[in-house]
C-alpha cells in the first residue's frame, strides 16, 4: 500500500539560510511524488512533482526535491530561504492502481526566522 | 482562467442543518476530490469521483454526500449525521491519468455555531 511520511510537523530557518524539509514514501512500485504548499486558509499550489524522469526535480520559487529510491526518499530542499517561504508544505504520493487517488502526509509547517 | 472555484469562503451552520458546499472546475477534468483539512492531520479523503454520475467513499464519508451531474461541478453536502463538521474543506481536480498532479480550490471554512 502506498504512504507518505513526513519526518518533522516543525521546521524553524533563519532568512538567508538552507531549507530541508523531509518525506519519506512506501510504494510497491514506481510512484509519482509531489510537494505542495499552502498559506493559511488558501488552497494548496504544486511546487514540484516526480513522474519517473530525472531524479532530480526543479520547482517555482528556487525550490527543488531529490527521488532517491534506495532511500524511499522525497526531501524538499532550497538554499536561501525566504520570508515569504513561511508556510504548510505538503508530500503527496499518487494511487494509481485501479483508482486514482492521492495520498498526502500530514504536513511540515516551515518558519523563517528573520 | 482555468482552475477551480469553491463557494462560499466561509461558511456558517446551525447544528442539525444540511449545508452544501460548491466546488467547479473549468479545466476539464475527468477527476475530482473532496478533502477535510484539520489541524495537525493532513488532507483527509471524503469522496472522489472519476467519470460523471459516479463516485467512491474516501476514508471519511460518513456525514457527508456528494453528487457528479456534470463534469465541472462536484457539490459536497455536511449532513447533520456529520458529528464534527468544523474544518477546512477542500475541492481538487485531476484529468484522472498516471503521474498528473490535483488542481485544488482556493477551500470553504465551515463553522457550526
Known amino acids: 500500500a502506498q504512504s507518505v511520511t513526513q519526518l518533522d510537523s516543525h521546521v524553524s530557518v533563519s532568512e538567508g539560510t538552507p531549507v530541508l524539509l523531509r518525506c519519506n514514501y512506501s510504494?510497491?512500485?514506481?510512484?509519482?511524488l509531489f510537494w505542495y504548499v499552502q498559506h493559511p486558509n488558501k488552497g494548496l499550489q504544486l511546487l514540484l512533482k516526480y513522474t519517473s524522469a530525472a531524479t532530480l526535480v526543479k520547482g517555482i520559487n528556487g525550490f527543488e526535491a531529490e527521488f532517491k529510491k534506495s532511500e524511499t526518499s522525497f526531501h524538499l530542499t532550497k538554499p536561501s530561504a525566504h520570508m515569504s517561504d513561511a508556510a504548510e508544505y505538503f508530500c503527496v504520493v499518487s494511487l494509481t492502481t485501479g483508482t486514482y487517488k492521492y495520498i498526502f502526509g500530514t504536513g511540515t509547517r516551515l518558519k523563517v526566522l528573520a | 482562467d482555468g482552475g477551480i472555484t469553491q463557494s462560499p469562503k466561509y461558511l456558517f451552520r446551525k447544528e442539525g442543518q444540511n449545508v452544501t458546499l460548491s466546488c467547479e472546475q473549468n479545466?476539464?477534468?475527468?477527476?475530482m476530490y473532496w478533502y477535510r483539512q484539520d489541524p495537525g492531520q493532513g488532507l483527509r479523503l471524503i469522496y472522489y469521483?472519476?467519470?460523471?454520475?459516479?463516485?467512491q467513499k474516501g476514508d471519511i464519508a460518513e456525514g457527508y454526500s456528494v453528487s457528479r451531474e456534470k463534469k465541472e461541478s462536484f457539490p459536497l453536502t455536511v449532513t447533520s449525521a456529520q458529528k464534527n463538521p468544523t474544518a477546512f474543506y477542500l475541492c481538487a481536480s485531476s484529468n484522472g491519468q498516471g503521474n498528473t498532479e490535483a488542481f485544488f480550490g482556493q477551500g470553504t471554512r465551515l463553522t457550526v455555531v
Open positions: 479545466l476539464n477534468h475527468d477527476a
Open positions: 510504494s510497491s512500485y514506481s510512484p509519482s
Open positions: 469521483s472519476q467519470i460523471v454520475n459516479d463516485f
